[in-house]
């Protein structure tokens, strides 16, 4: 067997004594393991922990995982944003459930195949499910290994992660992977921080290139700045004399696919709808009749990583609501905290306390 590289020897001195102690931690639970790092893709541990801990406590299990409505599995999701990852995991659970008689896959190919699994959730569950060789490559491992090497291309360039993840392969040679994986992510989390860096007292102070070369406040560097878009959305909150609202159930492949909201009207601006305007499109899509409408007094910010969001919200009283169409729903407004509803929306209901109204 290869002996640890030099890199790993001090990597794994500097890891002792480090405990953070997160409920994922030790554990060799390959659906645990795989639930905590959906959960925590692009997500802070603080926020993210306390979703973890719901996940596992309500579907023990990855077939109970697969057995559940996906409007459970989303409502559970709620708050947490990237829902995608939500229904991947419940696509991949049902693979596991159907493909794998319910048995977490042992190989990392076929790990590599779940939905909603890359390279980097592959190694880590690989790695420390299973013990196998194969080195996790995620932003806090790219961030310490183009510094220690003094990359200066862009990490967000196919080809420099392929040379990244060419030297991590080569540098969990010979060590425990799950030991080796866990202690250069938190080597990345902890010590070589983004924005400050304790490079005055690190493991790496004499072999890191870009220390050596003052060079750790540019690297690593990205080509691509996030273009991000600007959105206005204007809700429509139709509800009638006997309590009845409509919902919209969010199918297009857009935001928050498989959430519910209310049925809205985009504009390229944040000027308000006019009355003739709401009419017309109440008339038109639901065939009811406008009593009346509150306007909104604000707009709700909202920032995805890829677009603003500015949502407003008028309250709208029509006659009786009945005959309803997929994909809108028509529900007594007592449901309405059953169902899975965006951020944007959540924070105008708490501000309003309809939904406690409503209940
Ligand atoms: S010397 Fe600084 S930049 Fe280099 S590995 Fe250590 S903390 Fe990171």
Same mark, same amino acid.
């Given at each position: ?11 794994? !001195? ?41 996940? /596992? ?13 996906? &409007? &459970? ?70 961030? /310490? ?14 080809? +420099? ?45 004499? +072999? ?22 600007? !959105? ?17 159930? !969010? ?17 390229? +601006? ?9 009419? %017309? ?35 709208? %009283?029509? &006659? ?34 309809? &939904?406690?109204?409503?209940?």
């Amino acid at each position: 067997m290869a002996k640890p590289t030099q890199f790993a020897i001090r990597l794994l !001195r500097w890891h002792e004594g480090i405990d953070r102690d997160l409920p994922w931690k030790k554990n060799r639970n390959p659906y645990q393991i795989w639930l905590s790092e959906i959960i925590m893709q692009q997500t802070r541990v603080a926020q993210g922990t306390p979703y973890y801990l719901k996940f /596992v406590s309500e579907y023990p299990t990855i077939t109970d995982l697969a057995d559940a409505p996906e &409007d &459970d599995i989303m409502k559970l999701w709620q708050g947490l944003g990237y829902y995608s990852r939500a229904r991947n995991l419940h696509h991949a659970a049902k693979t596991v459930r159907d493909e794998f008689d319910g048995d977490f896959p042992t190989a990392y190919k076929d790990i590599l195949s779940l939905k909603g699994v890359g390279k980097y959730t592959a190694a880590a569950i690989a790695s420390f499910a299973y013990g196998l060789e194969y080195a996790v490559v995620d932003g806090n491992v790219i961030r /310490v290994l183009s510094r220690y090497y003094g990359i200066t291309d862009a990490v967000d360039q196919s080809s +420099t992660l392929r040379f990244i993840q060419e030297k991590a392969d080569l540098l969990i040679k010979g060590s425990d992977p799950s030991d080796y994986n866990q202690a250069i992510m938190d080597f990345g989390a902890l010590q070589c921080t983004p924005k400050s860096p304790n490079c005055a007292i690190c493991a790496f102070e004499d +072999t890191c290139t870009a220390y050596q070369k003052e060079l750790v406040s540019i690297i690593p560097t990205k080509a691509k700045k996030i273009k991000k878009r600007t !959105r206005y959305l204007h809700y429509l909150i139709l509800e009638d004399s006997a309590g009845r609202v409509i919902i919209h159930h !969010r199918r297009e492949k857009d935001i928050w696919q498989s959430l519910y909201d209310y049925h809205c009207i985009e504009s390229l +601006t944040d000027t308000q709808l006019g009355e003739e305007e709401i009419r %017309k499109d109440v008339l038109d899509n639901f065939g009811l009749e406008v009593e009346s409408i509150i306007y909104p007094t604000k707009a709700y910010k909202h920032i995805l990583t890829h677009q603003t969001l500015y949502g407003q919200f008028y309250q709208i %009283k029509v &006659d009786q609501i009945s005959n309803i169409n997929s994909p809108y729903l028509n529900i007594d407004q007592g449901a309405i905290p059953k169902y899975a509803m965006p951020v944007l929306i959540t924070n105008y209901l708490d501000d309003t306390k309809k &939904d406690k109204l409503f209940s």
